[in-house]
């Protein structure tokens, strides 16, 4: 039996956290969320050299979700440590982020985000967008590597 594929929502706004885990419920997306508030946090959930041991994912998420700016480590820099890790490299990352600026857009995808989410200011179409998120990266999308 395959193991359910966990999220990693990197989310330092409380808010923005509670509205997507009650958009992950109310479109039946049952896959575990575990959250880090900070880029230190989310280097020590993938990596068990970043901390004490007691955040590393095991087996390693099926995506990450991540905004830029963020405390102690920011996005960019979080991204970064991902794509140069042979172990992550070829995590799907999907930016979640208030930001719409340009260079924020360009800056991801250089360095390998798979696809840069703008945080809708209304609760009816962040759901549909956390919704459809859902249904491509955690049911369509093929990973490389880990179970299916």
């Known amino acids: 039996m395959a193991a359910i594929k966990t999220i990693l929502l990197v989310e330092d706004n409380t808010d923005d956290e509670e509205l997507a885990r009650i958009a992950l419920?109310?479109?039946?997306?049952?896959?575990?969320v575990r959250i880090a508030r900070d880029g230190a946090e989310a280097l020590e959930c993938l990596y068990p050299e970043e901390g004490d041991g007691s955040r590393?994912?095991?087996?390693?998420?099926?995506?990450?979700?991540?905004?830029?700016?963020?405390?102690k480590?920011?996005?960019?820099?979080?991204?970064?440590?991902?794509?140069?890790?042979?172990?992550?490299r070829l995590l799907p990352v999907v930016v979640l982020t208030s930001s719409a600026?340009?260079?924020?857009?360009l800056n991801s995808y250089g360095l390998g985000a798979n696809s840069y989410m703008r945080k809708p200011v209304d609760f009816d179409?962040?759901?549909?967008?956390?919704?459809?998120?859902?249904?491509?990266?955690?049911?369509?999308?093929?990973?490389?590597?880990?179970?299916?």
């Open 25 to 32: 419920e109310e479109s039946r997306i049952a896959n575990e």
């Open 101 to 105: 600026e340009e260079e924020d857009i």
């Open 125 to 148: 179409q962040f759901h549909d967008m956390v919704k459809q998120f859902g249904m491509y990266w955690l049911l369509l999308n093929e990973v490389p590597y880990g179970e299916r």
């Open 56 to 71: 590393v994912m095991s087996p390693p998420p099926a995506v990450v979700l991540l905004d830029l700016k963020l405390p």
């Open 73 to 88: 480590v920011d996005g960019m820099e979080v991204l970064r440590r991902i794509r140069a890790d042979e172990r992550t």
